[in-house]
């Protein structure tokens, strides 16, 4: 038995993300592939006797309290399981905020499968990805990791081979985007381009990586560039050091680019490290499941 935990809390990108339409009680349908990233936070947890939830981050922007998915995750946990002892827990953010990677979805996930181990309750995975489900439709996938196909709201989850491995620029930039409004801004319509989501999995179920790069696709790219015109711009940087493929991962803003090249990809990164965005320049790769 232990007192004291740490849980590694990996980003995700999306390799596409298709919106199928618009359910009755508002949610958005989806298909989207999705991809865990080695760009991680470090979650650690700690029992306390006090029968109460304590969060500790290194930004002090970020909220302590109820609003922070791993504080709702321990709170959501505590009441679901009745245990009664407390946690204390620190949060060391990596993953940017607000940019589509998943970095409070998988601080939520590190936060209920790690209490799940430190307070030994030994729910199963199909009832830790239930919990997290009612924190965020990213939840459930952020626990999975590796390679999937995303469906429902997000919630439908069907694991995929490990795609072949690409050294993964990321760059964001410095303003945030906003999930909930990014979705509220989408229209589709007959004109919508939708990304070919059957045959990026046929791409990654025959390790064809020409296949993957040459099908990313974003229907959330065009709403997200309209108030971000960086995008573009930063995607147009990428291409010319000679990626394979560059899209906006989730709602955005952030852009990601895949290179095959390791130099191409340095060269790229030390690049955007010396520009604006060297704060939010981030090179890592695909996180097998």
Known sequence: MTDRIEVQAPAKINLALDVTGVREDGYHEVRMIMQAIRLSDRVSLR???????????????????????????????????????????????????????????????AVLCGMNELFETGLSDAELQALG??????????????????????EKLTRLPDAPSFHV??????????????????????????????????AIEKEDRLGIAGRLGN???????????????????????????????????????????????????MHFKVGPYARQTFLTEFLRG
Not at 47 to 75: C, Q, S, W
């Open 47 to 109: 029992k306390i006797a006090r029968p109460e939830t304590v969060l500790k981050t290194n930004l002090p922007f970020l909220p302590t309290g109820k609003g922070n998915l791993a504080y709702d995750a321990a709170e959501l946990f505590i009441k679901s399981t009745g245990i009664q002892a407390g946690v204390f827990i620190e949060v060391e953010k990596n993953i940017p905020v607000a940019a589509g990677l998943a970095g409070g979805s998988t601080d939520a996930a």
């Open 133 to 154: 489900l009612k924190l965020g439709a990213d939840v459930p996938f952020c626990m999975m990791g590796g390679t999937a196909l995303a469906e429902g709201i997000g």
């Open 169 to 202: 620029l990321l760059v964001k930039p410095d303003r945030g985007a906003s999930t909930k409004e990014i979705y509220g801004r989408l229209k589709l319509s007959d004109d919508t381009v939708h990304p070919d989501i059957d045959g990026m999995i046929r």
């Open 219 to 269: 229907v959330l790219e065009p709403v997200t560039g309209q108030l971000c015109p960086e995008i573009s711009e930063i995607e147009r940087q990428m291409k010319s050091f000679g990626c394979e493929g560059v899209m906006m991962s989730g709602s955005g803003p952030t852009v990601f680019g895949l290179f095959a090249d390791r130099g191409c990809a340095s060269a790229a990164y």
